[in-house]
């Protein structure tokens, strides 16, 4: 199993410019998170999926949108990336259908590092 | 302390000492889980502990709890190099509000 992948795992953007990062994960895991890791902040939560066909904001959504395509896959798009966007960003998945998996350990990708110039 | 606030920011051990960090938090949780993270890498999850255990183990980690003072301790005992990482701890709340809120980690080095 390869658990949590994501793609790219570097990207450099223009400012204004648009991408989506993308997560898929085979442990047939019910939700999927985004989470954007900045120096000195820890992990804050962008978007949620308790189980496929929904989605929910965090604490910081503004100026993300996210596709919880299938079971297996979850991306992030930024329509219009800003500088306070450069950060890296994770995907993690688990077990738990409710709410924030809250009751499981959640699994995490490798991270994908954006910069925004 | 915000939730899930961990001390002491940066740890240095020689190798086969013990390490211990100490996470705090404010509002009454469900669990306390610590994750380890190496560099450039993804967060790794390393023990979940429920608020109606008091402690638990996994190898060389010890794993305390204290909802009385709202404090959990991650001891890892004979450290090794290799143990060189960050570590994180989340504490989740359920209901109406459900969250997993993750701290901002403490360094630790394990010098050989």
């Known amino acids: 199993n390869a658990g949590v992948t994501q793609t790219p795992k570097f990207q450099v953007l223009k400012t204004g410019q648009s991408m989506t990062l993308q997560c898929a994960q085979d442990?047939?895991?019910?939700?999927m998170y985004w989470y954007r890791q900045d120096p000195g902040m820890g992990l804050r939560l962008i978007y949620y999926?308790?189980?496929?066909?929904?989605?929910d904001k965090g604490e910081v959504p503004n100026g993300y949108n996210v596709s919880r395509l299938n079971k297996r896959e979850f991306s992030l798009r930024l329509e219009s990336a800003a500088p306070s966007q450069t950060s890296v960003y994770f995907c993690?998945?688990?077990?738990?259908?409710?709410?924030?998996?809250?009751?499981?350990?959640?699994?995490f990708g490798p991270g994908t590092r954006l910069t925004v110039l | 302390s915000q939730q899930g606030e961990e001390d002491p920011q940066a740890l240095s051990i020689q190798e086969g000492e013990n390490a211990t960090m100490n996470c705090s938090y404010k509002?009454?949780?469900?669990?306390l889980q610590w994750y380890r993270q190496n560099s450039g890498r993804g967060l790794v999850h390393l023990i979940l502990?429920?608020?109606?255990?008091r402690e638990k183990h996994s190898g060389r980690l010890r794993v305390t709890l204290d909802t009385s003072k709202k404090s959990s301790s991650l001891l890892i005992t004979a450290s090794r190099a290799a143990d060189t990482a960050s570590y994180f701890c989340?504490?989740?709340?359920?209901?109406?509000?459900?969250?997993?809120?993750f701290g901002k980690g403490i360094t630790l080095s394990v010098r050989p």
């Open positions: 993690a998945s688990s077990q738990d259908g409710t709410a924030f998996g809250v009751m499981n350990t959640q699994y």
């Open positions: 442990m047939n895991h019910n939700s």
């Open positions: 999926s308790a189980s496929e066909g929904t989605t």
């Open positions: 509002t009454s949780i469900n669990n």
């Open positions: 502990i429920r608020s109606n255990e």
């Open positions: 989340a504490t989740a709340i359920t209901g109406a509000n459900s969250k997993l809120t």
